[in-house]
């Protein structure tokens, strides 16, 4: 059994299969485009196959450009390392103080065990 994804992923290497196979032969051999009547000249054919493809590579660089222009630019700066040294001090000290509370709890609790048994 062949699942979703696997169906869809041979339906893309069969697409781009495809359309490989019609580039490199149109673009070696544009004159049956010419005769098929779908073209008028061969060169324009070759022009074509070259530049449309140059010109989605550098409209998706550019996308790419203006999406990490834009991430970088409404992103807010990170905190100095100085806020967050501090901050993790002071955490530091709170658990340092809970802990020594909970000891001292603990003690407590034990003192009064201990007289409770007397």
């Known amino acids: 059994m062949v699942s979703k994804d696997q169906s869809i992923g041979g339906a893309i290497f069969i697409i781009c299969l495809?359309?490989?196979?019609?580039?490199?032969?149109?673009?070696?051999?544009?004159?049956?485009l010419v005769n098929l009547g779908w073209a008028s000249d061969r060169s324009v054919v070759q022009f074509w196959l070259v530049a449309i493809p140059v010109f989605i590579a550098f409209v998706?660089?550019?996308?790419?450009?203006?999406?990490?222009?834009?991430?970088?630019?409404t992103t807010p700066p990170?905190?100095?390392?100085?806020?967050?040294?501090?901050?993790?001090?002071?955490?530091?000290?709170?658990?340092?103080?809970?802990?020594?509370?909970?000891?001292?709890?603990?003690?407590?609790?034990?003192?009064?065990?201990?007289k409770a048994k007397k």
Do not use: N
């Open 18 to 32: 495809i359309i490989a196979i019609f580039y490199v032969i149109t673009l070696f051999y544009p004159d049956w």
């Open 78 to 114: 990170p905190k100095p390392i100085e806020e967050i040294t501090s901050e993790i001090e002071e955490e530091e000290k709170k658990e340092a103080e809970t802990a020594q509370e909970s000891k001292e709890t603990a003690e407590t609790e034990e003192k009064e065990k201990g």
């Open 60 to 73: 998706a660089i550019m996308g790419i450009g203006a999406w990490i222009g834009w991430t970088m630019a």
